[in-house]
């Protein structure tokens, strides 16, 4: 047995201990966040749709909702790598059928044919291909417990997989678009929001709306703001600035921690 001799040998050994500790459960850490270089994950054909894979065998998979730029734009590619180095086997559909905005372009910037667009990649279309992605996580890599993280596009289609019956136990959306009152009030399952403070795809009233939505929900809820920030932070945002590279990468951990939380069967008392 180590004998404490004097105050500072108890210092010394606590520190030990402490150092020990945040060894086994480190906190979430910024070097698991890719804002540049190559992609780790891989390709795959589903009922022919491409699925982008990354990230080793979990017993909770991330369903990855892209924003309208769709798996080709690399930093989706990055941020889906970002959470298998959280630890979550994670699968992002080609929602788009390799047609998505083009890179760098927004589809709500009136120079997109956001009509032509919104037409061609509707629910009706989507929601089955999104649901057969669930169906790849559990019949072919053998998940059973899935969360959802969308951004953009893809933030209301995180919503909307929290319908009863779709499959997805909890939601993270960063600065979701096109949400409808009913895609809110019909979530069986925990749901946060990172909101962006300039979006001119969700007004002030427009959250404020949403906010009072959430609040009549019976689900765990969370709305993030994020100052400084404009629509598309949450993946395409400029990491060179500071405070957007603060945001981008708060936003992340907020989605890790909310499915740390609530992906893995936690209960709401």
Known sequence: MTKIHSFYDLLLVVSLLTSRTLAKCPVASVCAIAHTGPSIGREVVHENRTLYVTGKRSN???????DATGIVQPENKLL?????????????????NGT?????????NPSFNQTEFLARHNPTVLDPMIDATIRYIRNVL???????SGYCFGGRHAFRVLAEGRGVSASFAAHPALLQDDEILGVTGPVTIAAAENDFAMSIDQRRHIEDLLLNSTQPYSLSLYSGTEHGFGVRGNVSIPKIKFAKEEAYFQAVRWFDTWGKGSKWK
Do not use: K, M, Q
Request: glycine letters at 10%; hydrophobic letters at 45%.
């Open 60 to 66: 909770t998979a991330v369903l990855y909702l892209t």
């Open 80 to 96: 889906a790598d970002s959470f298998g180095r959280a630890g979550y086997l994670t699968v992002a559909p080609d929602l788009f």
């Open 100 to 108: 998505p905005a083009p890179a760098g372009r927004d589809p709500y």
């Open 142 to 148: 053998g998940v059973n417990r899935i969360v959802a």
